[in-house]
């Protein structure tokens, strides 16, 4: 497949350095462009994205990614964690934190072995060191060799907070937190959540809200901090936190 990727990598490096004061370097943008190339080659032969227009994946796709960045450099400057991306999809947030910081250590899941498949190949391709996991969260946050491994767990455009709170913080240490990336009112989010925050033993630390561009939707992102262990009875089976959230 033939494409011209230099104009929208381009604005991907202003963005990044103006948005996030991140620098992009050629190896990276090398990377987001080979990233590029395999999902819209693959996305032909499965569901994968429904955005295909190169200028508006670095937008919608890459940058609102490396929003997550900012704020695991915040927390861990020396870089030194294990990350897992719940419901990672075509390998976002996690492929994009990932290439800008490969020094941790990242655990991509999806409940769809043909997306996993995928960013294998991806990983592969890129060079990337990732472990790459076909489960269901909630499977993972029962069993001895993932539950409370990690110092972040992050998910976009997986669920409502109750359900990805019992997704999530299973999975964490006392102390990790949990990154959701979320819409325009992340305090209704909350509110719904009161109940699961108790239960799960969390509390919010910080809810940052943003635009990626002027005029683009507002954004935000929920930052959920584990006080003490996971109940030993959370999660609940496959399918239950989204039938009957907490
Ligand atoms: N995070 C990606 C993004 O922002 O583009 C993908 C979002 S996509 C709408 C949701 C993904 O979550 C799907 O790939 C789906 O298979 C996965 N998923 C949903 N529930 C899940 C669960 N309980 N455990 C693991 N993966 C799950």
């Known amino acids: 497949m033939e494409m011209d990727l230099k104009e929208p990598l381009s604005v991907l490096h ?46 919608k796709h890459y940058l609102d990614s490396l929003v997550f960045v900012k704020w695991i450099m915040h927390y861990y400057p020396n870089g030194q964690i294990v990350i897992a991306d719940l419901g990672t999809g075509a390998g976002f947030p996690g492929i994009p934190i990932k290439i800008l910081l490969p020094q941790i250590k990242v655990v991509l899941v999806d409940a769809l072995a043909k997306r996993i498949h995928f960013l294998q190949e991806v990983c592969d391709s890129l060079g990337l060191k990732v472990e790459t996991c076909h489960a269901r969260a909630e499977d993972i946050g029962r069993s001895k060799a993932y539950r409370q491994r990690f110092d972040i767990t992050v998910a ?49 630390e910080h809810v940052e809200k943003y635009s990626l561009a002027e005029g683009a939707d507002n954004r935000s992102l929920i930052i959920v901090k584990k006080i003490l262990n996971t109940p030993a009875q959370y999660p609940r089976q496959a399918g239950k936190p989204k039938k009957t959230p907490l």
């Open 156 to 204: 976009r455009a997986v669920a409502e907070l109750p359900v990805l709170l019992e997704y999530a913080t299973p999975l964490l240490k006392v102390g990790g937190r949990f990154i959701a990336a979320k819409g325009i009112d992340p305090e209704n989010e909350i509110t719904l959540a009161k109940n699961a925050l108790r239960i799960l033993n969390c509390e919010v």
């Open 14 to 59: 202003d963005k990044v350095r103006d948005v996030l004061s991140l620098e992009l370097s050629a190896e990276h943008l090398e990377k987001f462009e080979q990233y590029t190339v395999l999902l819209l080659q693959r996305n032909e032969q499965m569901n994968l994205t429904a955005i295909t227009d190169p200028a508006e994946m670095v937008i």
